[in-house]
Each structure stands twice: as structure tokens, then as C-alpha cells.
């Protein structure tokens, strides 16, 4: 596990953006493979954004956090979440598919991973980023911790973007702490039928901007894409818009148990020679599209699959 330090405020690894909220923490205890200079570089210097969301987010949810996720990173901003299950797992694993860089703001101890199933996730955010928490090294995961980490998440973020969820919901108080904090919020436009469409939607009624592509992020931000960059090769259609049909939740392996057609899913993928989406989806014809997509989402957050330019998949795992 990558070493834990702890990192007063007023030190050059502490994120100038969250010393000016009214209530930061005297320090961050941050896990990651860099030191506090290249924290300051790395992570503090660019501008973040926060993407949250629904724990259980539907599928069409999970693709838009992680397409944006992808798209920021290539930009070269950090993407800021909270490493809970659904839409924050869905953008960590964006950012780093992209080879971005991504943090992690934890309700316990940052020694302690929760959930419990994103260890593989977590380390690879702390090689790639950093994992911040205000509470000692095993300090457990209690409830009333998360909406406090939430502040943490929207102060180190110019601006936040609620992908999906619900009004009164965690995703809910990260967006009423950004306001709190003056930070710009966006919200991503969604069909009144789909899950998660009533936080967004009231968000862009009450006149947060709507937030349709990593591009309108980017440009609030006034930030450029990294030079030579053209955009997302490939990037996979979502599901239909209108379509009201119930949405598959992301099962994962060791989590309630698999989505239905998982274990033909997995062989297919370990071939070993690449699948496009649709090429997956043509020869497994009796697994359907939203339970395809939600277990490909669970297996890129799990680091077991990776996705290449022009949308080739390739098994990444071991396990």
C-alpha cells in the first residue's frame, strides 16, 4: 500500500482551493505514490472537477460519469469523487482509462477502504492520484462521516456535476455544499422517465448550467484539451434516451453476486483478442444490452477490463 502521510494546512501539499472554504480541516491524511511537490503539481495546480451521483446508478448514469471522467482527464483536469459504489466508481475508472489523474475523498480512515470491494480500485487511485481523508488511519466508515467528507469533495472542485440521483441525496448535499462554497455547479439534462433524472433536473430548473459533454465543463472552466488531443475515439452509445425500460444496476463479483450472462460475458472478454461493444453484444444475443453494459462498467472499475481507442475491449485481469 502506498505510504500515508499526514499533511497540515499551510503545507505546499495541501490543496490551496480547500484552505479557502469556511470550515476545512486543520489537515488531509492522503495516501499516494507522491510526495507532497508533486501533489502540489499534480493534482492541486490543475483545475478539479467533482462528478457525483447515485450510488446505484443506471447504466446509462455509470457511461455518462465515466465518459465524462474520460473526457476531463485528456483534458488534463482531475476528476474528484468520493470512491463510493456507482457513479463516483464509474468516474474514477474514467479518469484513469484516460490516464488522468483522479482523487478519492473517503468518510474514514484513508487506510480504510470503503466499500470494501473498490480495494483494486483504491489502489490504483492512490498510484494514479491520491486518497484524502480528514480522520486518522482506521477510523471506520459511519454514516454521519459522509456528509461531511462531501464539503471536502465539492471545496477541492471548481465546479460540480451531478450526473444522476435523487433530491435529498448524498450527491444532493455535495451540490448544496458547492453552492455553500461559491463553486460553479453544473447539472447533466436527463429524460424525466429515466432513474436518477429529478436532482439534475431541478438543478438546471433552479439555473445550473446544463452539462451535456465533458466539452461544457470545459469550457466553464475556460480549459483547453491537451495539445494533439481530438476527443474520445469510439466512445459507445448510450442507451436510449427515451427508453423507459428498468435499468440493470452494475452487480459486482463479490457484491450480491453477478449480472446475469457475467460468466460468458468474461469468457468472451478473456479471449484475449479484443471486442468492440457491438461485437460482444451480436454474439452473446441472450444477454441484454443494459445487463452487458452495466457488467462491462463493473469490470473497468475493477481494473479486470480496459477499453482502447476506436472502443476495443481487452481483458486487463488475472482474477
Same mark, same amino acid.
Do not use: K
Given at each position: 500500500?502506498?505510504?500515508?502521510?499526514? +499533511?497540515?494546512?499551510?503545507?505546499?501539499?495541501?490543496?490551496?482551493?480547500?484552505?479557502?472554504?469556511?470550515?476545512?480541516?486543520?489537515?488531509?491524511?492522503?495516501?499516494?505514490?507522491?510526495?507532497?511537490?508533486?501533489?502540489?503539481? *499534480?493534482?492541486?495546480?490543475?483545475?478539479?472537477?467533482?462528478?457525483?451521483?447515485?450510488?446505484?446508478?443506471?447504466?446509462?448514469? =455509470?457511461?455518462?460519469?465515466?465518459?465524462?471522467?474520460?473526457?476531463?482527464?485528456?483534458?488534463?483536469?482531475?476528476?474528484?469523487?468520493?470512491?463510493?459504489?456507482?457513479?463516483?466508481?464509474?468516474?474514477?475508472? !474514467?479518469?484513469?482509462? #484516460?490516464?488522468?489523474?483522479?482523487?478519492?475523498?473517503?468518510?474514514?480512515?484513508?487506510?480504510?477502504?470503503?466499500?470494501?470491494? %473498490?480495494?483494486?480500485?483504491?489502489? *490504483? +487511485?492512490?498510484?494514479?492520484?491520491? +486518497?484524502?481523508?480528514?480522520?486518522?488511519?482506521? @477510523?471506520?466508515?459511519?454514516?454521519?462521516?459522509?456528509?461531511? $467528507?462531501?464539503?471536502?469533495?465539492? !471545496?477541492?472542485?471548481?465546479?460540480?456535476?451531478?450526473?444522476?440521483?435523487?433530491? *435529498?441525496?448524498? #450527491?444532493? %448535499? @455535495?451540490?448544496?455544499?458547492?453552492?455553500?462554497?461559491?463553486?460553479?455547479?453544473?447539472?447533466?439534462?436527463?429524460?424525466?422517465?429515466?432513474?436518477?433524472?429529478?436532482?439534475?433536473?431541478?438543478? +438546471?430548473?433552479?439555473?445550473?448550467? &446544463?452539462?451535456?459533454?465533458?466539452?461544457?465543463? =470545459?469550457?466553464?472552466?475556460?480549459?483547453?484539451?491537451?495539445?494533439?488531443?481530438?476527443?474520445?475515439?469510439?466512445?459507445?452509445?448510450?442507451?436510449?434516451?427515451?427508453?423507459? /425500460? &428498468? /435499468?440493470?444496476?452494475?452487480?459486482?463479483?463479490?457484491?450480491?453476486?453477478?449480472?446475469?450472462?457475467?460468466?460468458?460475458?468474461? #469468457?468472451?472478454? $478473456?479471449?484475449?483478442?479484443?471486442? @468492440?461493444?457491438?461485437?460482444?453484444? !451480436?454474439?452473446?444475443?441472450?444477454?441484454?444490452?443494459?445487463?452487458?453494459?452495466?457488467?462491462?462498467? @463493473?469490470?473497468?472499475?475493477?481494473?479486470?477490463?480496459?477499453?482502447?481507442?476506436?472502443?476495443?475491449?481487452?481483458?486487463?485481469?488475472?482474477?
Amino acid at each position: 500500500m502506498e505510504g500515508i502521510s499526514w +499533511i497540515p494546512r499551510g503545507d505546499p501539499g495541501f490543496p490551496a482551493l480547500l484552505e479557502g472554504i469556511a470550515d476545512a480541516p486543520p489537515g488531509l491524511w492522503v495516501r499516494s505514490g507522491w510526495g507532497p511537490e508533486a501533489l502540489a503539481e *499534480r493534482l492541486w495546480s490543475p483545475p478539479a472537477v467533482a462528478l457525483v451521483g447515485s450510488r446505484g446508478a443506471s447504466c446509462a448514469g =455509470l457511461e455518462l460519469a465515466r465518459q465524462f471522467a474520460w473526457g476531463l482527464a485528456r483534458a488534463g483536469v482531475v476528476v474528484v469523487s468520493g470512491l463510493a459504489r456507482g457513479v463516483d466508481a464509474a468516474a474514477h475508472a !474514467g479518469a484513469l482509462e #484516460a490516464g488522468g489523474a483522479t482523487v478519492a475523498v473517503l468518510g474514514c480512515g484513508a487506510d480504510v477502504c470503503y466499500p470494501p470491494e %473498490h480495494e483494486r480500485l483504491a489502489a *490504483r +487511485i492512490a498510484s494514479r492520484g491520491a +486518497i484524502l481523508s480528514e480522520w486518522p488511519s482506521g @477510523t471506520p466508515a459511519l454514516p454521519w462521516r459522509f456528509p461531511r $467528507r462531501n464539503r471536502l469533495i465539492s !471545496g477541492l472542485s471548481r465546479v460540480t456535476v451531478l450526473v444522476e440521483g435523487r433530491a *435529498r441525496s448524498g #450527491a444532493w %448535499h @455535495t451540490v448544496a455544499a458547492a453552492l455553500d462554497q461559491g463553486r460553479e455547479v453544473m447539472a447533466v439534462p436527463r429524460d424525466p422517465l429515466l432513474p436518477g433524472s429529478a436532482a439534475p433536473n431541478r438543478l +438546471i430548473r433552479d439555473g445550473a448550467a &446544463p452539462a451535456t459533454s465533458a466539452e461544457d465543463v =470545459l469550457a466553464l472552466l475556460d480549459w483547453r484539451r491537451a495539445p494533439g488531443d481530438r476527443g474520445r475515439g469510439g466512445a459507445q452509445p448510450l442507451l436510449p434516451p427515451g427508453d423507459s /425500460r &428498468p /435499468r440493470a444496476r452494475a452487480a459486482h463479483p463479490r457484491a450480491g453476486g453477478a449480472a446475469p450472462g457475467a460468466a460468458r460475458i468474461e #469468457a468472451r472478454l $478473456r479471449r484475449g483478442d479484443g471486442v @468492440t461493444l457491438e461485437q460482444l453484444a !451480436g454474439g452473446l444475443p441472450e444477454v441484454p444490452l443494459a445487463d452487458l453494459q452495466a457488467r462491462l462498467v @463493473t469490470l473497468e472499475v475493477e481494473g479486470l477490463v480496459r477499453r482502447e481507442r476506436g472502443g476495443l475491449l481487452r481483458w486487463a485481469g488475472s482474477a
